[in-house]
């Protein structure tokens, strides 16, 4: 899809959830180079302004950010007095809490937290935002998951599932909402290069990660053509590997080698 037909399909506005750093911000990114005017929603209100001012200053869109906790009960009235008078076109629910641990030494409350932002919100904006779209026949709704959620994933265990929920939420969404104009797609991405990757187990080297201009670039150029899309072509094949060719328990007990590896000393 060329850039100006991305504004034609979906509208003047995108709304890019998490779009302080790492994927949301490049979501963000190249959404203005599209033309399309944001809605930038984050914690971090200063990395939100500063991300408007260089956006608005490279194209010509109009930005506006709303610092916000997603994992707050009133997301659905905070983001509906927010944007009430604007046509958001497309949705890109990027963010997510990612607790990484053994799962009793992660608190109740804090896995909880995860289901918040990882799951109550998404569902609660896609299904706000997504309810105009059914009305104009026309939008996009992009949900982040990721390829842990293929198999179970111990250390993040509960991440991973939530993960699964996005998936499947957005794979449902695609066949029910594509004969009415809008297109769904979940990203399953794997490593991707960004602050919170990179926060989370310093100096790893088990995985090869890709950048995030890399991962959002293949997962534009796939909205409107599939219900998913895993950037990046080894982690396609070992995609393959790991759900076609393995025993789904070794998938599993691999999967958990692996993330051993990488988040326990
Ligand atoms: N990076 C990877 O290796 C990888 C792999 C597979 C899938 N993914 C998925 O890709 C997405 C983005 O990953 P990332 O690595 O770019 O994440 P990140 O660097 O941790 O950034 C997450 C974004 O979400 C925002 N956010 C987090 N909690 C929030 C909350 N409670 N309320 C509002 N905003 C919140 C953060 O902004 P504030 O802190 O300012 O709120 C930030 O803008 C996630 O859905 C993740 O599951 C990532």
Known sequence: MKNTDFRARYGRWALVAGASEGLGAEF????????????????????????????????????????????????????????????????????????????FEISLEDHLKEIAVNCRAPLTLSYLLGQHMLKRRRGGIILMSSLSSSQGSPLITNYSATKAYNRLLAEGLWDELRAQGIDVLTCSASAVSTPGYQVSAPGRTSVSAMTPHAVVSETLAALGKKPVVIPGWTNRVANVVMQRLLPHKTAIRLMGKVLRGMYQK
């Open 28 to 103: 963000a990114a190249q959404l203005a180079a599209r033309g399309l005017n944001l809605v930038l929603v984050a914690r971090r209100k200063e990395l939100l302004e500063q991300l408007g001012t260089q956006l608005t200053r490279e194209y010509t869109i109009e930005v506006r950010t709303l610092p916000l906790d997603l994992g707050s009960e009133d997301i659905g009235e905070l983001i509906e007095a927010a944007t009430g008078d604007i046509e958001i076109g497309l949705l890109v629910y990027n963010a997510a809490l990612s607790m990484i641990g053994p799962y």
